[in-house]
């Protein structure tokens, strides 16, 4: 018997303090029968066998667990209202952490923002300083373009003038393309009649050097690299190579006449 | 050593003649030209006419006396518009449009002169009109 108290006690020791409480008091209930009957017992002085021995140890036990919950119970709402205060204290943080949280949002926000517009500005420097042109060579290539007429029209222009915002026909002739196709001189080479009449009209001087045709040219100035190849798409497939320049002629190798 | 000057010699000349040409392009007439000879339809030339497009650039813009070539230029990258150019009357359009653009500074000015003449008209008349009195 005192081996199964024992394992009780233990049973009931790891169970929280609120449900063991009903089961002390009930087991066994002390009413005040029980109680008058051991005060009976100990003022009869008779040996009444072990039994009412028992019962009173029993009986303190019993008051001895009791008392045992109380203090656990006791140690425990301590230990709830601490939690409850740490909790309170937690949220706080939370909230604080959440606060922060967004202010640091909005702060990326508003510099991944100002980073941005600052790389645009940038490129823009960038693209400005590559533009870049000497006002100078702008004035002076607005003059050449002007004067010559090649932009605007004389004012004394009528029609019937021979002069054009393009090279004519003599023009393209008397250059550097025009002497390389040995062109021959029967018919107008699909001119509209208006213009070779204009180019008709004209004396044929000596071969003038119209400046058009970069007389002046500097001497590091030279076309992007272009290897002659315009053929189709895979580059070493095709020999034709000498289409791109005679484009106003026949094709020079191929003509066997020079006379003019 | 005259591998490398005669190379030189054969960029200035390709320098010289590209320049030329597409001058040339400035002139409806001479497209309609190429045209009507089915240049324009050609895969090589239109990769050549693409290729022209470095002219553009400031540093070789500069050379251009005919900057009409350049926007004729960007035209002919469209084949729409190369097709076009077969006809004879498009081309002539296109020359007229062109004369009248040409014509259009020196209508403005003109015109400014005119206004300033009779700006200066009607600023004489009150005096002259105050004198007689």
Not at chain 1, 180 to 202: F, K, Q
């Amino acid at each position: 018997m005192a081996v199964r108290l024992s394992l009780a006690s233990t049973w009931r020791a790891a169970r929280p303090s609120k449900e063991m409480l009903p089961h002390t008091m009930t087991d066994p209930p002390p009413n005040r029968e029980l109680i008058e009957m051991l005060a009976l017992s100990r003022s009869q002085k008779l040996p009444q066998g072990g039994e009412d021995t028992q019962i009173l140890e029993l009986l303190v036990q019993r008051d001895r667990e009791f008392q045992e919950l109380m203090r656990v119970a006791q140690e425990q709402g301590k230990v709830h209202q601490e939690m409850q205060v740490l909790e309170k204290e937690v949220e706080k943080r939370d909230c604080d952490i959440q606060q922060l949280q967004k202010q640091l949002k909005e702060a990326e926000h508003i510099l991944a923002t100002a980073v941005y517009q600052a790389k645009e500005k940038l490129k823009s420097i960038d693209k400005a300083r590559k533009g870049s042109i000497s006002s100078e060579e702008i004035i002076k290539y607005a003059h050449r373009i002007s004067a010559s007429n090649a932009v605007c029209a004389p004012l004394n222009w009528v029609p019937g003038d021979p002069r054009r915002p393009y090279p004519t026909d003599l023009e393209m002739r008397s250059g550097m393309l025009g002497h390389m196709s040995n062109l021959p001189t029967n018919g107008v080479n699909g001119h509209l009649p208006g213009d070779a009449l204009a180019a008709g009209r004209l004396p044929d001087v000596l071969t003038p050097q119209y400046p058009w045709q970069s007389s002046d040219v500097s001497v590091g100035m030279l076309p992007p690299h272009h290897g002659n190849d315009f053929g189709l798409e895979p580059p070493g497939h095709n020999k034709e190579n000498e289409d791109d320049v005679e484009a106003m002629s026949t094709d020079s190798s191929s003509s066997s006449s020079d006379s003019d | 050593m005259a591998g490398v000057m005669e190379s030189e010699e054969q960029a200035r000349n390709s320098f010289q003649s590209e320049l030329e040409f597409i001058q040339c392009l400035a002139n409806p007439n001479y497209l309609n030209f190429l045209a009507q000879r089915g240049y324009l339809r050609e895969k090589p030339f239109v990769n050549y006419l693409k290729y022209l497009l470095y002219w553009k650039e400031p540093e070789y813009a500069k050379f251009l006396k005919y900057p009409h070539c350049l926007h004729m230029l960007e035209l002919l990258q469209y084949e729409h518009f190369r097709k076009e150019l077969v006809n004879a009357q498009c081309a002539k359009f296109i020359d007229e449009q062109q004369l009248l653009h040409w014509q259009h500074y020196s209508r403005k000015r003109t015109r400014l002169q005119q206004a300033l003449a009779e700006q200066q008209q009607q600023q004489q008349l009150p005096h002259g009109n105050a004198t007689a009195k």
